[in-house]
């Protein structure tokens, strides 16, 4: 059983950044997807964008341009690099992975406030 555990939330003002780290129990070689959601206060959880294990990334419209997911594999470890972030990309950002689809291990969650 992998565990996944988030760090590197905080408080940002808004234009700031942050980068969150994802640090996995083993080795995440066979984890071919990795992604991070996040969780507004009383919003749905929502996707914030995926890596597999090729490189290939894709982010939410709301993110994109702004948000870079990276991982490296000899580290096991994925990040969020996030910036000129905004009030409402506050949340707690959860990073999560799978062999084949996200969803099969979960971080904690990290919580992350953006101030205007």
């Known amino acids: 059983q992998v565990q996944l555990v988030d760090s590197g939330g905080g408080l940002a003002q808004a234009g700031g950044s942050l980068r969150l780290s994802c640090a996995a129990s083993e080795s995440i070689f066979s984890l071919n997807v990795m992604g991070w959601y996040r969780q507004a206060t009383g919003k749905q959880r929502e996707l914030v964008g995926t890596?597999?294990?090729?490189?290939?990334?894709n982010y939410a419209d709301s993110v994109k341009g702004r948000f870079t997911i990276s991982r490296d594999n000899a580290k096991n470890s994925m990040y969020l690099q996030m910036n000129s972030l905004k009030p409402e990309d506050t949340g707690v950002y959860y990073c999560?992975?799978?062999?084949?689809?996200?969803?099969?291990?979960w971080g904690q969650g990290t919580q992350v406030t953006v101030s205007s």
């Open positions: 999560s992975a799978g062999r084949f689809v996200l969803g099969a291990y």
């Open positions: 890596i597999t294990s090729n490189g290939n990334t």
